[in-house]
């Protein structure tokens, strides 16, 4: 396995380069495997400002600690960097985010130094295509502290299936708390420049219009985040686990709906047609 080590996070904006041009030139990676690599960042000292812009946006609490949604995004300037510094076999702007998990096994306080690492899981098949996952991982002093897989699938044609009477995917009655929000044209731009994901499916309707898409699309990891800090307060030690379904056309209204037992069960719905963007869980450790 190859191991990078870094000193600071790589900066995003230096991979959306070599993103856009993987539009024009094709990988020339014949194989379709995942690189063998892990990319390290030795010591990670978190930016107090950046970190309450992120919290701001998602209506984390400012409280000195550190969300481990946030974690996750600071790990996706990791991802980009593997794609287009590795030999990656797909272009970059035809995959599809389908799920992300995040685990913190404790509080992780804003002035802690943190190792931060990412690498690559397996090649797995899909009914649309392949899938694989980003493993992270955060370590305080050799403790492990966070965790998380992001997983994406790339569209490929396959052998069609026999068709089911799966019944039309609508969120579940039976959550006993709503919230109704209304999302912002510009929340893409706002949480782009916060994120450094300024994937152009999320900057303005005209860009997503050039990857078919009718609007622009709110970020996953956005609705995900402002979801897990819309629940209230979180366990010291939690896992959040969710799978996205349908894209958040933006502007729109969407409504949260929640319901507690020893586990909390959530769904991000479209508050007119009731579809969900979302489904999650977040269990206590």
Known sequence: MSIRHFDALPKPYKAYGKVILSLIKKPKVKTKTLPQAEYIVDRLNIDEKHLKAYNDICTFKNDGTV????LAVLAQSLQMS??????????LLGMVHIRNVVRQ??????????TLSCKFGELRPHDKGQQFDFITAASVNGE?????????????KVEAAAKSDKPKDNCKPGYNNTQDWSIPENIGRRYAAISGDVNLIHIHEYTAKAFGFKR????GMWTKA???AALGDLPDAYEADVQFKLPVFIPTKVT???VKDSNILFELCDTKTGKPH???QVTSL
């Open 67 to 70: 969300p481990a949604m946030y």
């Open 256 to 258: 949260l709906q929640s």
């Open 144 to 156: 492990q502290v966070y965790s998380g897989v992001t997983t994406y699938l790339v569209r490929q």
């Open 226 to 228: 402002r979801s897990l």
């Open 278 to 280: 979302l489904s999650g």
């Open 216 to 219: 622009a699309i709110a970020h």
């Open 105 to 114: 096994t404790r509080k992780i306080e804003a002035n802690e130094v943190l």
């Open 82 to 91: 593997m794609m287009t510094e590795e030999p990656f076999p797909f272009a």
